[in-house]
Each structure stands twice: as structure tokens, then as C-alpha cells.
T-cell receptor
């Protein structure tokens, strides 16, 4: 149980285009999802916290107009990188927290999306 | 604020060696503690967790005990395998509704 999927796993796009990444909790409901960015050989950097039905909360320094987050249901959150540039190339990982009980404080992670902007 | 400190890597071991990766934390209240593992090119997988003092989390031969008196959650394995080579992250649950707080990660490399 507690599986989180991400799509796509890899994407290559041209500079100036937008890319959408989907994060789904497959077998549980998640009121809260998180988006992270990870640079090579570094830890995860939290970008934003996404709560179902409300606006995402962005971490300091993360441009909300560039990284659009939508959390329309208890099982789906999307991250759209708008007008992507080469410096946006990174590994993006989402995670979802269980709704209740024992799993309520546990975050389950997706497999990540490798974005390369040419 | 809450924080997690884990030992710097990389840790290089021979197969069947004993592994310890140190993790200490600073937190208000009574957080849950976690170890996650990340294999190359993949997301993080939950390895084990402990929710209260003196709890021992264990999985796949790894174990860690929640020590409130020393604010530690060290990861151990008695005999590592090449397949254990990965990056290991210690984390704690922050305030309700917030994201986990991660350490910087420790790279483990096991050779045969």
C-alpha cells in the first residue's frame, strides 16, 4: 500500500515552454502533498505544500507564478513549470501524506521526474 | 526550529560489514522519526519509522531506536550488501500539517 506515482518520469523540453508534472496517490487519500526539488548529490529542497481544495503554500524563494501547483482532488496534485529555462532543469519529487491514523504523519514519495530544459 | 543532523558521507564499506549512520535531532514536542532510502535516479522510499521514545523501527535488516535522552535515531545494519548502496535520509515530522524535516543525506557505498 501507500503508493505514489509521478508522470512523466522524464521530460525534455525547449526553453520557454511549459511542463506539467502529475503526482497521484494510488491507494490512499492525501489531503496534503508536497513538492520538492533535488539537485545532484544534494538533499531535497521543499518547494511548496499543497492542500486539497486550497492554494499551495510556497517556501521562501520559490516563485509561485513560475511553479504553479494545483491540488484538485484527494489523489492528484500537479506542478506546472511555466516558461521553463535551463536553470529549471532538476529532479522534481512529490510526496503525499496519509489521511488518518498511523500513517497520518508519514510522507510517501513518488519516483521523481527528471526535467531537462534545452 | 526543528532540525536533523546526520553524519557526513560518503560511507564506504565492504560487503557483510556492520553499518551505523548517525542521526540526531532537535525538536519541540514529540516528533515521529524516519529513515528514507534513495537509490540512484529514484524517489525516496520509506525504510523505517518510530513514533515514540524507545520504539525500534526495523525493515530489511535495518533498525533504528528512538532515543529521547540522546535525541538520536541512528541507523544500523549488521551485515550490509552491495544492493544497500544508496543515499540514506533521516527525517522527523514537524508541526502538524508541515513537511518532514530532512537531514542532508548520507551516501553509502558497499563493495564486494
Amino acid at each position: 500500500g501507500a503508493v505514489v506515482s509521478q508522470h512523466p518520469s522524464r521530460v525534455i523540453c525547449k526553453s520557454g515552454t511549459s511542463v506539467k508534472i502529475e503526482c497521484r496517490s494510488l491507494d490512499f487519500q492525501a489531503t496534503t502533498m508536497f513538492w520538492y526539488r533535488q539537485f545532484p548529490k544534494q538533499s531535497l529542497m521543499l518547494m511548496a505544500t499543497s492542500n486539497e481544495g486550497s492554494k499551495a503554500t510556497y517556501e521562501q524563494g520559490v516563485e509561485k507564478d513560475k511553479f504553479l501547483i494545483n491540488h484538485a482532488s484527494l489523489t492528484l496534485s500537479t506542478l506546472t513549470v511555466t516558461s521553463a529555462h535551463p536553470e529549471d532543469s532538476s529532479f522534481y519529487i512529490c510526496s503525499a501524506r496519509g489521511l488518518a491514523g498511523y500513517e497520518r504523519d508519514t510522507q510517501y514519495f513518488g519516483p521523481g521526474t527528471r526535467l531537462t530544459v534545452l | 526550529g526543528d532540525s536533523v543532523t546526520q553524519m557526513e558521507g560518503p560511507v564506504t564499506l565492504s560487503e557483510e560489514a556492520f553499518l551505523t549512520i548517525n542521526c540526531t535531532y532537535t525538536a519541540t514536542g514529540y516528533p515521529s522519526l524516519f529513515w528514507y532510502v534513495q537509490y540512484p535516479g529514484e524517489g525516496l522510499q520509506l525504510l523505517l519509522k518510530a513514533t515514540k521514545a524507545d520504539d525500534k523501527g526495523s525493515n530489511k535488516g535495518f533498525e533504528a531506536t528512538y532515543r529521547k535522552e540522546t535525541t538520536s535515531f541512528h541507523l544500523e545494519k549488521g551485515s550490509v550488501q552491495v544492493s544497500d548502496s544508496a543515499v540514506y535520509f533521516c527525517a522527523l515530522s514537524g508541526q502538524a500539517g508541515t513537511a518532514l524535516i530532512f537531514g542532508k543525506g548520507t551516501t553509502l557505498s558497499v563493495s564486494s
